[in-house]
C-alpha cells in the first residue's frame, strides 16, 4: 500500500473540527503486530510520531492485539478463513518501533471492535476517566473503523488518525475516513495533534 497521502489531502473530508483534550483522552493503538507488519510499515513512522506526541501531552496510550480463538469463532473465522493468528506466536507479539512502553496496557480481543464482550476496555476507560479517544493502527477499515464506531455509541468523543492508520489500498482508506467524518470522528493526523497540544503548553 502507497504511504497516506500529505494531511492536506484530507482536509476536503472535514465535517467538523475540533482538537483533543489532553486531560479527557486515551491514544487506542489498534493492533500493530506481527501478522500486519506488512501493512503497518507505510503508517509506523506516524504511528509512532503519534505515540510520542501523546505521551508528550500526558495522555495514555493502549494498544490492542487480535488473537483468534481455538477453534474459530463465526463469523469471523468464516470471513477469514485460514488467516489465523494464534495466542503466542510471532503473529500476535507487539510490532518494534511502534512506542510501547513497559507500563502500557494491551487489550486482548478477537473480534474487530476491541470494546467488545470480555475486552474490558470501556470499564477501563471509564475507570480513568476517559471521555475522548483517538483512534490509530490498523486495519483502518476494519478493527480501526469499527473500534471507532464502537466508541461513538457508547459516548466518546472519537478522533481518527489519517496517517497513523493504514490498510489495503488507498480507495478502502479513503473511504473510511470519509465515513469517519461525516458520522463518527474527527480527523487528525500528526501535524494537527502536534499543533494542538503546542496550545496547551
Known amino acids: 500500500m502507497p504511504p497516506p497521502a500529505a494531511s492536506s489531502r484530507y482536509t476536503r473530508y472535514e465535517t ?7 486531560r479527557a483522552a486515551a491514544l487506542l493503538v489498534i493492533d500493530v ?9 507505510p503508517a509506523m513512522p506516524a504511528i509512532a510520531t ?3 506526541l501523546c505521551r508528550g501531552a500526558g495522555i495514555s496510550v493502549i494498544y490492542t492485539r487480535h488473537v483468534d480463538p481455538v477453534p474459530p469463532s463465526p463469523p469471523l473465522g468464516e470471513w477469514w478463513a485460514g488467516d489465523h493468528i494464534g495466542a503466542g ?16 496496557l494491551v487489550v486482548e480481543k478477537s473480534t474487530y471492535s476491541a470494546f ?4 474490558g476496555l470501556e470499564e477501563t476507560l471509564r475507570g480513568m476517566g476517559v471521555e475522548e479517544v483517538i483512534v ?16 461513538f455509541v457508547r459516548g466518546f468523543r472519537v478522533f481518527f488518525s489519517a496517517d497513523a492508520t493504514a490498510t489495503a489500498s488507498r480507495d478502502l482508506h479513503e473511504a ?3 465515513n469517519m467524518a461525516y458520522g463518527f470522528a474527527y480527523i487528525v493526523d500528526c ?11
Not at 33 to 41: D, I, V
Not at 116 to 119: N, Q
Not at 141 to 150: F, G, I, S, V
Open 89 to 104: 506466536t510471532p503473529a500476535a507479539e507487539l510490532l518494534p518501533g511502534a512506542g510501547r512502553a513497559g507500563g502500557d
Open 136 to 151: 490509530a493502527g490498523v486495519m483502518t477499515n476494519l478493527c480501526c473503523e469499527t473500534t471507532a464506531r464502537d466508541a
Open 191 to 201: 501535524e494537527r495533534l502536534e499543533a494542538a497540544f503546542g496550545k496547551d503548553k
Open 176 to 178: 473510511t475516513l470519509l
Open 16 to 22: 467538523r473540527r475540533r482538537d483533543p483534550n489532553p
Open 33 to 41: 503486530q506481527g501478522h500486519f507488519a506488512s501493512l503497518t510499515a
Open 50 to 52: 503519534t505515540v510520542a
Open 116 to 119: 467488545a464482550a470480555g475486552t
